[in-house]
């Protein structure tokens, strides 16, 4: 993700007042979140992409101030477990206000689902159709199709999704079965860092479509475009319509009274959460200054192994700097958040900001060391 780590140093008084006041009133480490910014990627997204139904990804944040701003905005919701659905019911969410995408499930998840509401799942094989027969006048169906993506951070399309090829067969398949599938999916894979496989998958996704209702007494009229809209990890300013241009040209080749959906994840989630972590030791090895955190690897910055990301970091200071290594607070020499960096000489007590934490961040935490996990704060300020 990007060339490399994006560090800032020093910060506005206004900027480092608040950091101070949030650690003075909840303690560190912190997961900041702003609602201001999760509606403002909400909205930029719509308008990046007018006509698309969105559905947010849960599984990259399932947290439920998150989820209760998106509900509030009006946005629909990606679930793929039976423990996303009892978030959402919990706050009175209803299930026909989700998509089912988990490719591969168990009975009794389709179950657990068709209680909750949910009526739309995505398949992408034969067996998985089989599964879905008995529920078959309770149910609409996609299915998924791969576009593998090596640009993108991470390929979506590698382990699940048919091949193009394939849609064909899946379709004889449900149609034997009893099954109407009502369209195509796709993730074309996570943090893109360009449209062009999401050209290319609605362009022979369409293609796909028209031949088959071609043939079919029941036409295919749904597309679903998946995730992968980037996060800023390298703070450049991503302009998201600019970045959706093409994919709303590509949109406009396709019959007028095709229902479109996406599920973005990341995009709409990175920007609304900061980490702020504190200083709790340090250390001059070797000539290098190791500054030990209370939070790392295996809590909020998990998103670093399991997701490929580089976050940018922020110390407050400007003064003289220095090669540092930033380590989180647990006994493994994996954690650590950054090593050959340039930092001011920070004390213990001074505070670390990771920012673009949003996404795929607290999701993949862990409690190894048995630590506690970052305290979820939100704050009220527009920006
Ligand atoms: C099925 C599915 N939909 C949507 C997403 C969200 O993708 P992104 O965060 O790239 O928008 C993911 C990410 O893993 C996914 O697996």
Redesign the pocket.
């Known amino acids: 993700m990007g060339a490399g780590r994006r560090i800032i140093l020093g910060a506005t008084s206004r900027e480092a007042d608040a950091f101070l006041a949030l650690v003075a009133r909840h303690g560190s480490p912190l997961l900041v979140f702003n609602p201001a910014t999760l509606a403002r990627q909400y909205h930029l997204l719509s308008e990046a992409l007018p006509g698309v139904a969105l559905?947010y990804?849960v599984?990259?944040h399932p947290n439920e101030y998150i989820v209760t701003t998106l509900d509030e905005l009006g946005c629909g919701f990606?679930v793929?477990s039976a423990g996303e659905m009892d978030m959402l019911m919990g706050l009175s969410i209803p299930g026909h206000r989700t998509i089912h995408?988990?490719?591969i499930k168990k009975d009794r998840e389709i179950r657990d689902a068709l209680r909750f509401g949910a009526t739309t799942f995505?398949v992408d094989n034969p067996d998985e159709l089989a599964k879905l027969a008995p529920y078959r006048d309770r149910i609409g169906i996609l299915l998924?199709v791969s576009f593998r993506s090596a640009q993108?951070t991470?390929d979506?399309s590698r382990k699940?999704g048919c091949d193009p090829d394939e849609v064909a067969g899946n379709i004889t398949a449900a149609e034997q079965l009893g099954l109407h599938i009502k369209g195509l999916?796709f993730?074309v894979?996570?943090?893109?860092t360009h449209a062009g496989k999401h050209i290319e998958a609605i362009d022979q996704c369409r293609d796909l479509m028209l031949a088959i209702s071609e043939t079919s007494s029941a036409p295919m009229s749904t597309l679903d475009i998946?995730?992968?809209?980037?996060a800023d990890y390298d703070l450049a300013g991503i302009d998201i319509g600019e970045f959706c241009a093409p994919i709303r040209k590509a949109l406009a080749a396709l019959p007028d009274d095709w229902h479109l959906l996406?599920?973005?994840?990341?995009?709409?989630v990175a920007p609304s959460v900061i980490s702020i972590t504190t200083v709790t030791g340090k250390s001059e090895r070797q000539g290098v200054t190791w500054y030990y955190l209370d939070d790392g690897i295996y809590g909020s910055y998990s998103g670093q192994i399991f997701d490929h990301a580089v976050y940018p970091l922020q110390v407050l200071k400007t003064t003289e700097t220095r090669r540092s290594v930033l380590a989180g607070p647990t006994c493994d020499s994996i954690d650590i958040i950054a090593e050959n960096i340039q930092l001011p000489e920070l004390e213990i007590g001074d505070l670390v900001i990771g920012h673009q934490m949003g996404?795929?961040t607290a999701a993949t935490k862990t409690r190894f060391n048995s630590l506690p996990d970052a305290r979820f704060v939100f704050v009220e300020s527009t920006s």
Do not use: I
């Open positions: 559905y990804a599984k990259a990606d793929a995408t988990h490719p995505v998924r993108a991470v979506l699940f999916s993730h894979g996570s943090q893109c998946g995730g992968g809209f980037p996406a599920e973005p994840g990341r995009y709409l996404a795929y």
